[in-house]
């Protein structure tokens, strides 16, 4: 019977796979948020033991953050790196498949997560919890970033199934663990579990501290070791970042967020959640009926509310929660899918159920397509590669727009090319004329300056907004405009040069 039911499951694992790849492969470029570790990763793959040539040496960022994500996804990738060595296959592949290793991690801890609830809910719960992950934005699309919460998402995830089936010892040690090295605030989330089960007596203080000590003593050992090594110092990256974002409250020096600049203390709840977890979000209530529900939403929704005290706010700090809320929803969605044979209420409220998947489905199809156009500097860098000959030469400058929107060095394809990122030049300065190239925003004022030098080679469109019309099939319109552009050196610059 238990081997039936894996079988019978296997087509949910492989449809969360699936999405998550499909989110991946529709947008395979990453923003300036996840530029420190996925340059980390292509550093580690590619220069290895030459720390000289790593990119954070040259761009470290406001603050500090830890090898040990990078350094574990590049030991997945390694064999991949040295077959596509031997093949000559494009470095942009490999960011493909640093991103895709870390969201079959992602994957694997949902899907970790979903065997305790059948085992605890049933079937019919375990089955929606995985259809409504699926049919979610948000969390597919974050899924294969390389941002520190997704690096520290899995482990959460881990973790908080380890407290559901009260294995304390395993949820205390990778608490520590995802704390110290990746997301200090996780204290918060993790710290009200501990809490609840404290009060309930489901754990003793002797038996906390039993866990606790020796993983937080090995998890702070391991980054300060790792981490003093790459950073050529000794740090403890996390205790940095703690100090910065919450003591000193400087996070939104860095970070960008896309609500109203004075960050309301309800902004997760009316904003955030909501477009995370779409349509969804209306069956929580009706989950909440189990009250095994309430005791796991308890800590969810403390979280949130703590972490909202923090001024600065952004969808991507509370990721954590989305699993758990889907879990209490798809609880509620089984109350009704349980009953569809009682009444034709619970045949309509069944259709509810269908519906709102396929409806959140439908908003994903539009957040992908417009995510699709959000990256005009990585998708301007490959154009330069298609446009010209890998033998050509090459000097190209990428200015801090282009770079911010998709480039990576793994879209740094042609050895024999020379890639610039420096962010001092200003395209008055006579030094712009070394340049063969420039990939840079397309700002009009600045192309009419560079017409002595530069000449348009091809412009890039991006997403410009979103227009409704409801006398048209679809409804909905995504437009684009002009974000970047790709500038050749004149051939008249060149000959004056010489």
């Known amino acids: 019977m238990a081997e039936k039911r894996n079988v019978l499951g296997l087509p949910l694992l492989f449809l969360l796979i699936a999405v998550a790849l499909l989110h991946l492969l529709i947008c395979p470029f990453t923003k300036v948020e996840e530029s420190f570790n996925l340059q980390a990763a292509h550093d580690i793959l590619y220069h290895r033991f030459n720390f000289d040539k790593y990119d954070h040496h040259e761009f470290p960022g406001v603050v500090p953050r830890t090898f040990l994500g990078p350094l574990f996804l590049s030991t997945l990738c390694s064999p991949v790196v040295f077959l596509s060595s031997l093949l000559d296959a494009p470095k942009f592949y490999m960011q493909l498949t640093v991103r895709a290793s870390l969201g079959v991690c992602v994957i694997a801890a949902l899907w970790h997560m979903q065997r305790e609830v059948r085992r605890q809910f049933g079937s ?57 090295v990746f997301r200090s605030e996780l204290c918060i989330f ?30 702070l050992a391991l980054t300060v070791a790792i981490d003093t090594v790459f950073w050529r110092k000794l740090l403890w990256p996390e205790g940095q970042v703690l100090w910065y974002n919450t003591i000193l409250n400087k996070s939104s020096n860095w970070g960008i967020s896309f609500h109203l600049l004075d960050s309301p203390f309800l902004w997760y709840f009316y904003s955030a959640v909501p477009r995370a977890l779409g349509c969804t979000l209306l069956f929580v209530p009706l989950g909440l009926l189990d009250r095994r529900m309430r005791l796991l939403l308890l800590p969810t929704v403390g979280f949130i509310l703590i972490y909202s005290l923090l001024p600065h706010k952004e969808l991507r700090f509370i990721i954590y929660t989305f699993p758990v809320l889907s879990l209490v929803a798809a609880r509620g969605c089984s109350f009704i899918l349980c ?15 269908v519906g709102q998947l396929l409806t959140n489905a439908a908003y994903t199809s539009v957040c ?53 990122k420096r962010e001092d030049l200003d395209i008055t300065n006579p030094e712009i004329k070394m340049y063969s190239h420039l990939l840079m925003e397309a700002n009009v004022t600045k192309i009419d300056l560079l017409q002595d030098t530069h000449q348009p080679l091809a412009f890039i469109e991006g997403f410009s907004n979103i227009a409704f019309n409801m006398f048209h099939f679809p409804p909905v319109s995504v437009r684009l405009e002009r974000k970047t552009v790709l500038m050749e050196r004149k051939t008249a610059t060149v000959q004056q040069e010489e």
């Open 368 to 420: 992908l397509y417009v995510s699709h156009h959000n990256y005009p500097g990585g998708r301007g860098l490959l154009e330069l590669h298609r446009l010209l000959p890998a033998t050509a030469d090459v000097f190209v400058h990428i200015d801090t727009y282009a770079a911010e929107t998709g480039v990576s060095r793994f879209l740094e394809q042609n050895r024999n090319w020379r890639y610039d």
């Open 124 to 180: 019919t719960v375990a089955g929606l919890f995985c259809l409504t992950c699926a049919s979610q934005f948000h969390l597919m699309f974050y899924s294969t970033r390389t941002l520190p919460n997704v690096f520290a998402l899995p482990l959460v995830l881990v973790a908080f199934t380890s407290w559901m089936a009260q294995k304390h010892g395993r949820f205390i040690s990778l608490s520590a663990f995802v704390i110290i």
């Open 339 to 353: 009953n569809y044979q009682k009444s034709w209420m619970y045949k309509l409220g069944s259709a509810v159920v």
């Open 190 to 219: 993790m710290g009200l579990m501990l809490l609840i089960s404290l009060l309930s007596r489901r754990l003793g203080l002797l038996q906390l501290f039993y866990y606790a000590a020796p993983a937080g003593i090995l998890s």
